[in-house]
């Protein structure tokens, strides 16, 4: 949402200097829906979906030739001739220059535009967060169902009567949990909660297909309704489930999990090179933007571009003297936390109390990050602000306020690598001085990861480099990018890990880094008083 916004601020600034463009913006059905029934999409049951294009004409006559239609104003056009906003924001799109969206519109199967994709056209992706983009068509690219939701579905069926469709589909999903269970049971026997597996038993597959057969009658009959949401979390997983099965190559994993003694099955996209590198067929040309995008044979060899992208590698537009970085070598590995919590705690009261301002705490886990604040509020006087699991639009608006209220000390913020804070926010000027990232950013080590990485083992490629540490120190260079925001910013960067004084970490470096300078814990307060003063030393040949 915050990226969004500096994109249609991008557009108005152009508009506003005269260029003569249209843009839209995209929003989820679900944000946007007028209905009182939110998502009750078929014509007998949506008065904005009845007689939708009888009423379109008139509300698109009313389009401004300029400027950017977002949520409020499509919203308003919407209710002003009774249409269904998702539906009409699509419309809208074809009418305009510039489409402002995620990258589910451009690439997921499930909710790519078709209206322009499947035929293709004159079109230009510029893809911004590009370094977002591997991990996000991995996903887009996989499938998986859920046990539960086929035993919670099941129970909305009638056990004795019912009508024939009603009974079809109640035996079809007894025979697909009879397999379910059964590699669960299998799991449990043997103490594992995850397991890989070369295929499905063949009567498996039969069951997955008899079960979507079912309930695409009950769609096309159109039964479905009296199930609500719940049969739409059955068929269309199920659905992309059983789709990309029937092409798995060596590019998936196919894997089950286990969570609150459920089963869930995964086929997770190890390589998305292919898909996306079709997916730019349908368009001209494509950019792919980000000021992390390091290194670039990292996302060359994974965004599909086949080696036929030019790379321009622009240097920093910000002051590299501005930028104070410097790493401090403790163990903040899962093992040595506990041993390390004293210490560290020590480091971030000493990088606080050097100046007074706002600061923010970078953390891999929100149990690591919890930990660590508890102690720290035992030693600082600092005023702490502690990101939270699940925060709403407001909670997050209101953390985000909160760097530009006047406090008597210094405010110390706490978040999680990777999460709503970690990217896409601009805290400029004083609003934020330090930026203290803990621990190298390594993605949750899980069987997912681990299939990947070996499968980039398998090609003679550094399969722990493509699974966990690039992706990881990706997720370090957004955290540290909050801090300079304008030419006039400057600030602090704290690393705080042994890991980063590794040779096959400092290869990740991006160039203006090159200032980076190692600290002991004793030393933090005099080089932090230093750059205030003088800004940021040379480093030793």
Partial sequence: NTIRGVAAESLRSMTDAGALLRGVILSAKEKVCLHSAPLSCAPDLCPYARGFFTRLDDALAEL????????????ELARRHMLCPHELSLCIAQESDVVICDYNYAFDPRARLRRFFDEGGAYTLLIDEAHNLVDRARDMFSAHIAEKTYADLKKLLPTKGGTPAQRTLRRAILALQK??????????????TARR?????DEMVQDCLSVLQCLEQMRTAGSAGEYGALFDDAYFPLRTFVDIYAQMDATYGLYGDVSARRLELHIQCLDPDEQLHRAYQSVESVVFFSASMTPFSYYERLLGTRDMAATLDIASAFPQHNLGIYTLGLDTSYRARERTLAELCSALCSFVQARKGNYLFYFPSYAYMRSVCEEFSLRSSAKVLLQRSGMDEAERAAFLAAFDEEYDESLAAFAVMGGIFGEG???????????????VGLPQICLARDMMRQYHDDLMEDGFSYAYAVPGFNRVLQAVGRLIRTPTDRGAALLIDKRFERADYARLYPPHWSHIRRVQAGQLSAKLEDFRQNGPAKPPR
């Fill in 179 to 192: 397999h379910l269970r059964t590699l669960r049971k299998d799991m449990a026997q043997d103490g594992v």
């Fill in 64 to 75: 401004p030739l300029q400027g950017c239609m977002d949520e409020a104003a499509i919203g």
């Fill in 425 to 439: 926010i601009d805290l400029v000027g004083d609003k934020l001085i330090g930026v203290a990232v803990i621990g």
């Fill in 197 to 201: 597996y070369a295929q499905l038993d």
